[in-house]
């Protein structure tokens, strides 16, 4: 069995990244296998893991998670891959759909049909991710790459995808295939 930790944002004499290396070191003392930050309105989770994790001892380190709609696919699969190679492999992307109310009136973002965006999202992000050429036209999102970036084959992890998040309301059977 593995076990992960949710780390905290805290500075340590006002600085957040000697804060988290601090708490990876402490984590890995402990026996955990695995640390993971959030990605809500402080730090960058995928850059703070990644420069808090190249000085802190190897434990995987992921995001939890980081939302999909603010970043293209392309962009945020660059970036993974990024941490990745800069963490030797170490690095676990969480993605997911965040709530309506961060999406539509935070940053201005339909959040119709949050399905057929997650299933758009994953269709890039996914390939790019391993390193391939993506040629895609959805509804919402396209792409016509292939990233040179180091670090391809990370794992990626998608947060509450369910019946739920189909659609805005009412929610599907929970037996019933999500078509969002």
């Not at 539509?104 to 949050?114: H, I, K, L, Q, T």
């Amino acid at each position: 069995m593995r076990y992960g930790i949710l780390l905290s944002e805290s500075a340590k004499d006002g600085d957040p990244i000697t804060g988290l290396r601090d708490q990876i070191a402490g984590a890995a003392e402990r026996g955990f296998t695995s640390a993971w930050l959030s990605n809500i309105f402080g730090l960058d989770a995928i850059t703070a893991l990644t420069a808090a994790g190249v000085q802190a001892p190897p434990l995987e380190l992921g995001t939890a998670v980081v939302p999909t709609y603010p970043r293209h696919p392309a962009v945020l699969a660059q970036q993974a891959m990024t941490a990745n190679a800069a963490l030797g492999g170490r690095f676990t992307l969480g993605i997911g759909l965040s709530h309506q109310v961060v999406i539509e009136g935070v940053y201005g973002y339909s959040f119709e049909r949050p399905g057929r965006h997650m299933k758009e999202y994953l269709d890039i992000l996914l390939p790019l991710s391993r390193g391939e050429q993506v040629s895609y036209q959805g509804e919402t999102l396209k792409a016509e790459l292939k990233l040179g970036t180091p670090g391809a084959g990370l794992p990626v992890l998608v947060a509450a995808l369910g019946p739920p998040a189909c659609s805005s309301s009412p929610a599907p059977s929970p037996t019933a295939p999500c078509s969002g």
